[in-house]
């Protein structure tokens, strides 16, 4: 892998986070080479920290990286052993296996067993380890807000509680008050039936992103296999082979899928829609919309 052969996928958008500053990616590999070529590749669009063995790379994981890009072949710690010290350190870090390392165990096997974001050959190309890195970014960032958010909601959902407390006091020791004091508990009350409910649809956004990116992240690995096998097959068909045009029409089925996984990984609000049965379900297009946007 070479300095030139990414140059060719070179884009010059950046990936900001929801700081607006650029999203920040750890590189994990104990070969300078490599390092350097994805730090040159990748620096224009995320901030690249670099580490050069397992035991560093589980030193500088912390609340400022998106994703992790690891190689699994390497002095010391392996890429195996520090993928789950990592996961240790913080469970919901996309950590993406960068690798070689096909020829002493089956990247389906890694997969199966360790569930990363994904895995990348090394040599595999740019564009395709680019979208992913995009893809994780987008994903741990969703998490980290709606982590952020229940916990602002929780501190204020306790602050209102302690304010009912006190109110509740106040109408023991001062009967003369009671009217007005149970004027502001209602109000009281009111504020805090909006948080909860506020709590309760933050709660649903959650378990809708999360199982949402959860099923996206399963389907989206095998799906990319597909495509390629499919791309594959395709260059080294002739223009008349008889299976030509199966094989096309199960690589666009495939692509229709992944546009579909893209709308999952998208998931900003919790909005539904009428299903069979009067049950509903989520309505994918609306939901991977900000609110207010046009459908």
Not at 171 to 200: D, S
Not at 278 to 284: C, E, G, K, P, S
């Amino acid at each position: 892998m070479s300095v030139n052969e990414f140059d060719i996928f070179r884009d010059d958008d950046k990936a900001p986070s929801s700081e607006g500053k650029q999203s920040s990616i750890l590189i994990i590999d104990d070969d300078a080479s490599i390092r350097e070529s994805l730090e040159t590749t990748l620096k224009d669009m995320f901030d690249i920290v670099l580490c050069s063995s397992g035991e560093a790379g589980i030193q500088a994981v912390n609340s400022d990286v998106d994703a992790v890009i690891l190689d699994i072949k390497m002095e010391g710690k392996d890429g195996f052993e520090t993928f789950r010290e990592i996961r240790e350190k913080d469970i919901y870090i996309p950590i993406i296996y960068h690798s070689a390392y096909q020829d002493l165990k089956d990247p389906y096997e890694i997969m199966n067993e360790f569930r990363p974001f994904g895995f990348i050959s090394k040599g595999q190309g740019f564009a395709e380890l680019v979208s992913l890195l995009n893809s994780a970014v987008a994903y741990h960032q969703k998490i980290v807000e709606n982590q952020v958010l229940l916990r602002e909601l929780r501190e204020l959902n306790t602050s209102l509680e302690d304010k009912v407390e006190q109110r509740t006091l106040e109408i023991a020791n001062k009967n003369e008050l009671l009217k007005e004091t149970n004027a502001a508990l209602e109000n009281e009350i009111v504020e805090r039936k909006k948080v909860e409910k506020a709590l309760q649809e933050a709660e649903r956004v959650k378990t809708a992103v999360e199982t949402a990116g959860a099923a996206a992240h399963e389907i989206n690995t095998p799906l990319q296999m597909v495509i390629g096998s499919c791309e594959l097959m395709l260059l080294k068909m002739d223009a008349d082979a008889p299976l030509r045009e199966k094989v096309a029409h199960i690589m666009e089925a495939g692509k229709m899928i992944g546009e579909i996984v893209q709308k999952m990984q998208n998931i900003r609000q919790y909005v539904t829609k009428n299903y069979i049965d009067d049950r509903n379900i989520i309505d994918l297009d609306a939901s991977s919309q900000e609110k207010g946007e046009p459908e």
